[in-house]
């Protein structure tokens, strides 16, 4: 079951495309709504979705206002407005579809489509990259940044953290900072080895030690704070 949530300052509008999506993409499961900025930014860090349908202009502000609070883009947007002149910029965060109200069921399908079609071919490339990590347990990265290129064991990363647009590897031995965001890293490293816990954190989770109300921590002493929806994973991973 593929996941959506939907972000509409009218209820009945809200409502209206529910009702459409449950006729035209009843395999899609809609986990949670919101009507402004706020609730919708605590909807997409925490809530587990493939899909976001976008509203345009919001209560408090703007779709793109949204986006720019948030670390990292959303990978499957689908906007739903009666805006037009915001097409160009709804691409340029690399939307799957620009969907004009009163939105059309004919429309909204082939919209759907592409978004299902993207999370297929997402989720085959973990599969693909998990088989490879498996085989190859000892799997080496190569990170590059302004002065050398540093040649490390994943077994030697302990966790990774968000800063912006770049990434900063905490390792047994030193820090790296490099400038490719944490979503690429995500998709790089062995999914049994490393875990996103948190918007900004990726971790090892070979080196959890320990786990208590709000943070894992670690062997280097860090502690890492984890959001709501990873605590039932981590406390099943340590047991």
């Known amino acids: ?32 709504s919101a009507s402004n900025l706020i609730s919708a930014k605590k909807l997409i860090e925490e809530n587990n979705y493939n899909v976001i349908f976008l509203d345009i202009q919001l209560r408090d502000g703007t779709a793109f206002d949204l986006l720019d609070s948030l670390i990292e883009l959303p990978e499957s947007i689908i906007f739903t ?10 691409f340029k965060v690399h939307a799957i579809d620009y969907l004009l109200k009163p939105i059309n069921p004919q429309e909204l399908l082939p919209a759907v489509t592409k978004a299902m079609k993207k999370i297929q071919e997402k989720d085959q490339l973990k599969k693909f990259l998990s088989a490879r990590y498996t085989l190859h347990s000892e799997e080496k990265i190569i990170l590059k940044t302004n002065r050398a290129q540093h ?17 900063n590897f905490i390792t047994t031995k030193e820090s790296i900072f490099v400038s490719k965001n944490l979503k690429h890293y995500e998709e790089r490293l062995n999914p049994h080895q ?32 984890f959001s709501v929806r990873k ?3 981590l406390l099943s991973i340590l047991s």
């Open 151 to 167: 040649v490390i064991k994943t077994s030697q990363i302990i966790r990774l953290q968000a800063e912006g647009a770049y990434t």
């Open 1 to 32: 079951m593929r996941r959506a949530i939907i972000i509409e300052d009218e209820q009945q509008a809200q409502e209206a495309l529910q009702k459409m999506l449950s006729l035209v993409a009843p395999e899609l499961e809609i986990t949670g």
């Open 81 to 90: 407005t009666a805006h037009s002149e915001y097409a160009i910029q709804a």
């Open 231 to 233: 605590k039932a994973k």
């Open 194 to 225: 490393f875990l996103r816990i948190h918007q900004s954190h990726l971790i090892n989770i070979n080196t959890i030690t320990k786990i208590d109300a709000n943070n894992v921590i670690l062997t280097n002493k860090d502690r890492v704070p």
